[in-house]
């Protein structure tokens, strides 16, 4: 039915847990409510879509593994070269792996095909072509996460996270 973002006691973005969970932790006292959407669970509990632990979980540091899924959703979808908003892209090694190129976060960005065919087996700067920003590793792992639902109508959570 409806996720809701769980905050840590630091307001920093930790998980998402259903709406079940969030009312057991509301009602153990373990968490309190920042926001909600309107309705109403259970007479008249309001139905939370944001809550904060009361105490501080230490988050454990996890890398953000380097797929093409990962790298489409840090590029929003969209070619770094010509900004074509798209979902069948490909992945473009900046520098091609046939010159030594790697395959790393700031190595790959996002490129519609005919971009990616244009560049060839060439650099940016070889093919007379500019990215639109530098690819970069993203910060962090749970509000990396959490961002790919706010794309699908978490609106109201865009203000939690770190870098949306």
């Avoid at 095909?113 to 072509?129: F, I, Q, S, Y």
Wanted: hydrophobic share 35%; glycine share 6%; charged share 25%.
């Amino acid at each position: 039915m409806s996720k809701v973002l769980v905050l840590n006691a630091s307001y920093e973005p930790l998980n998402i847990c259903s709406w079940r969970r969030a009312v057991v932790l509301l009602l153990k006292g373990k968490a309190e409510q920042i926001e909600h959407n309107g309705k109403t669970v259970y007479a008249d509990f309001p139905l939370p879509t944001v809550i904060r632990l009361r105490s501080y979980v230490k988050i454990p540091y996890k890398e953000i593994s380097l797929s093409r899924r990962n790298v489409l959703h840090r590029d929003n979808y969209t070619c770094q070269y010509c900004s074509e908003r798209r979902h069948d892209l490909t992945i473009d090694h900046i520098i091609p792996r046939s010159r030594g190129g790697g395959d790393f976060w700031e190595n790959v960005a996002a490129a519609c095909l005919r971009c990616n065919v244009k560049k060839g087996d060439r650099t940016p700067k070889e093919a007379g072509m500019v990215l639109n920003s530098i690819p970069r590793r993203p910060p962090s792992h749970v509000s990396f996460e959490i961002s790919k639902h706010s794309l699908s109508g978490h609106t109201y959570w865009n203000k939690y996270l770190i870098g949306a």
